[in-house]
């Protein structure tokens, strides 16, 4: 009827599928996965104590915190 045929509703299927796989390859070189936070909570950890945000009680309890969590 408008000249599309049975493509026109695949195609954007298809685009959408293709878009999200540029997205996945992307990611996954880019930041690691998705296992990977971008952030690295022990580091912001450290970062905090240097500038005196906590102590060194406090960054010993969180960080065994995140050692127990597998962070």
Not at 18 to 35: A, C, M, N, P, T
Not at 41 to 57: H, S
């Given at each position: 009827?408008?000249?599309?045929?049975?493509?026109?509703?695949?195609?954007?299927?298809?685009?959408?599928?293709?878009?999200?796989?540029?997205?996945?390859?992307?990611?996954?070189?880019?930041?690691?996965g998705?296992?990977?936070?971008?952030?690295?909570?022990?580091?912001?950890?450290?970062?905090?104590?240097?500038?005196?945000?906590?102590?060194?009680?406090?960054?010993?309890?969180?960080?065994?915190?995140?050692?127990?969590?597998?962070?």
């Amino acid at each position: 009827m408008w000249g599309c045929g049975g493509f026109f509703p695949f195609g954007i299927f298809f685009i959408f599928l293709f878009g999200f796989l540029i997205f996945k390859v992307f990611f996954f070189s880019r930041y690691g996965g998705w296992q990977h936070s971008r952030f690295d909570t022990k580091a912001m950890l450290q970062q905090r104590l240097i500038n005196g945000e906590i102590d060194e009680a406090e960054y010993e309890r969180l960080k065994g915190i995140l050692n127990r969590k597998g962070w």
